[in-house]
């Protein structure tokens, strides 16, 4: 049995993610158990830390469904390269850094798919935002989280690893393979249609 199979995610996760926990007592322990490959120590920790992994790969996708896949491809590359982890930083830091480079590596992967299929280096060209999900009535505000999910994916990953995360422009700009420019001017962008999304 896979381990996909083992633990899968469950639907109805909260959209907001929780504030990382102070590492549980034991977790060093736990961490230690599944790099020797302990599947009972690893199931510990995937409860632990499912609902902050789900959360982040929600906000950056903006779709559940690709959130899920997305939250178990984290989890499968963790299991993967936890003989890697050196406790150099918290367990919980490492993780939220591996389902990043998940959600980062799949938004690059649908970018050569829509320049395959558009048959353009500059697929933003055809990226427009959808509209919020729903069109509020004049003088009720939207929600941001319905308003960041609406953001085009390439914006919304940038503002979310920006503004949320707290990265730099530097890192995005390494992790989506984009100039620094770039990832400053996705992030205007963001901001923009936040700001109108919002008014």
Same mark, same amino acid.
């Given at each position: 049995?896979?381990?996909?199979?083992?633990?899968?995610?469950?639907?109805?996760?909260?959209?907001?993610?929780?504030?990382?926990?102070?590492?549980?007592?034991?977790?060093?322990?736990?961490?230690?158990?599944?790099?020797?490959?302990?599947?009972?120590?690893?199931?510990?920790?995937?409860?632990?830390?499912?609902?902050?992994?789900?959360?982040?790969?929600?906000?950056?996708?903006?779709?559940?469904?690709? @959130?899920?896949?997305?939250?178990? +491809? !984290?989890?499968?590359?963790?299991? =993967?390269?936890?003989?890697?982890?050196? $406790? &150099?930083? %918290?367990?919980?830091?490492?993780?939220?850094?591996?389902?990043?480079?998940?959600?980062?590596?799949?938004l690059r992967a649908e970018q050569r798919?829509?320049?395959?299929?558009?048959?353009?280096?500059?697929?933003?060209?055809?990226?427009t935002a959808p509209p919020p999900a729903?069109?509020?009535?004049?003088?009720?505000?939207?929600?941001?989280?319905?308003?960041?999910? @609406?953001?085009?994916?390439?914006? +919304? !990953?940038?503002?979310?690893?920006? =503004?949320?995360?707290?990265?730099?422009? $530097? &890192?995005? %700009?390494?992790?989506?393979?984009?100039?620094?420019?770039?990832?400053?001017?996705?992030?205007?962008?963001?901001?923009?249609?936040?700001?109108?999304?919002?008014?």
């Amino acid at each position: 049995m896979s381990y996909a199979e083992q633990f899968p995610v469950p639907l109805g996760l909260p959209m907001s993610e929780p504030l990382p926990p102070p590492a549980p007592p034991g977790e060093a322990s736990l961490v230690a158990r599944a790099q020797a490959r302990d599947v009972a120590a690893f199931e510990s920790l995937y409860r632990t830390h499912l609902g902050r992994v789900f959360a982040l790969c929600r906000r950056m996708t903006a779709d559940p469904r690709r @959130a899920e896949e997305l939250t178990q +491809r !984290a989890f499968l590359a963790a299991w =993967d390269k936890l003989p890697t982890f050196r $406790a &150099e930083s %918290a367990f919980s830091t490492w993780l939220h850094r591996v389902a990043v480079s998940t959600v980062l590596s799949d938004l690059r992967a649908e970018q050569r798919r829509t320049r395959r299929v558009f048959g353009t280096d500059n697929p933003a060209a055809f990226e427009t935002a959808p509209p919020p999900a729903a069109t509020p009535a004049p003088g009720t505000r939207l929600d941001l989280e319905a308003a960041i999910a @609406a953001l085009p994916p390439q914006a +919304r !990953a940038v503002f979310v690893l920006h =503004d949320v995360e707290g990265w730099a422009h $530097a &890192e995005i %700009a390494a992790d989506l393979g984009v100039t620094v420019g770039t990832a400053k001017s996705q992030l205007h962008r963001a901001r923009t249609l936040l700001q109108q999304f919002l008014r």
